[in-house]
T-cell receptor, first 112, second 111 residues
Framework: NAGVTQTPKFQVLKTGQSMTLQCAQD?????MSWYRQDPGMGLRLIHY???????DQGEVPNGYNVSRSTTEDFPLRLLSAAPSQTSVYFC???????????FGSGTRLTVV | GQQVMQIPQYQHVQEGEDFTTYCNSS?????IQWYKQRPGGHPVFLIQLVKSGEVKKQKRLTFQFGEAKKNSSLHITATQTTDVGTYFCAGLTSGTYKYIFGTGTRLKVLA
């Protein structure tokens, strides 16, 4: 089925470890973005991309890196995990000019 | 930076009552989107508003974009238990590609 696929669904990391959250879409959407959602809170924009080779910072980019080598994939890298990065991470995509229209099912990350 | 606030934070209604959530931005928006998120789920896109004063309807849901493009509202007529969830707005500030989400309104519907 067409959509946004996020892996893994759950992850536990130790403080200081690094990892990559994967995000892939098959709708040929130009715009992709990463959000984090803390319990009972709204979504905060981490990084976004308007097309392959183009990325930019959102509201809370510190501690995260992204790249966009293809239209389909937009991985999010945690450089050195901290307990403050415990959250649910959502990847989203859309056509340029639209807000995020399709979200992945999320990655629930716990940093201990 | 851009801030998007929503009120109320929580709303409990009896089934059949109406519900409205309001979204207010600190900056003028190019467009605004509305989403619904069920508990434990991911946000689901509902609608996009682009024009000043625009009003759109989806069955029992009415969405409005303010004349100054700094505020918006979502009104649900005759709520049902299936309307339970958190409703978010997300606005795009002119000249950027950053879609900033509001703080959300959590709706509970009592049968």
């Amino acid at each position: 089925n067409a959509g946004v696929t996020q892996t893994p669904k759950f992850q536990v990391l130790k403080t200081g470890q690094s990892m990559t959250l994967q995000c892939a879409q098959d709708m040929n959407h130009e715009y992709m973005s990463w959000y984090r959602q803390d319990p009972g809170m709204g979504l905060r924009l981490i990084h976004y991309s308007v097309g392959a080779g183009i990325t930019d910072q959102g509201e809370v980019p510190n501690g995260y890196n992204v790249s966009r080598s293809t239209t389909e994939d937009f991985p999010l890298r945690l450089l050195s995990a901290a307990p403050s990065q415990t959250s649910v991470y959502f990847c989203a995509s859309s056509y340029r000019g639209q807000g995020p229209s399709t979200f992945g099912s999320g990655t629930r990350l716990t940093v201990v | 930076g851009q801030q998007v606030m929503q009120i109320p934070q929580y709303q409990h209604v009896q089934e059949g009552e109406d519900f409205t959530t309001y979204c207010n931005s600190s900056t003028t928006l190019s467009n605004i989107q509305w989403y619904k998120q069920r508990p434990g789920g991911h946000p689901v896109f509902l609608i996009q508003l682009v024009k000043s004063g625009e009003v759109k309807k989806q069955k029992r849901l009415t969405f409005q974009f303010g004349e100054a493009k700094k505020n918006s509202s979502l009104h649900i007529t005759a709520t049902q238990t299936t309307d339970v969830g958190t409703y978010f707005c997300a606005g795009l500030t002119s000249g950027t590609y950053k879609y900033i989400f509001g703080t959300g309104t959590r709706l509970k519907v009592l049968a």
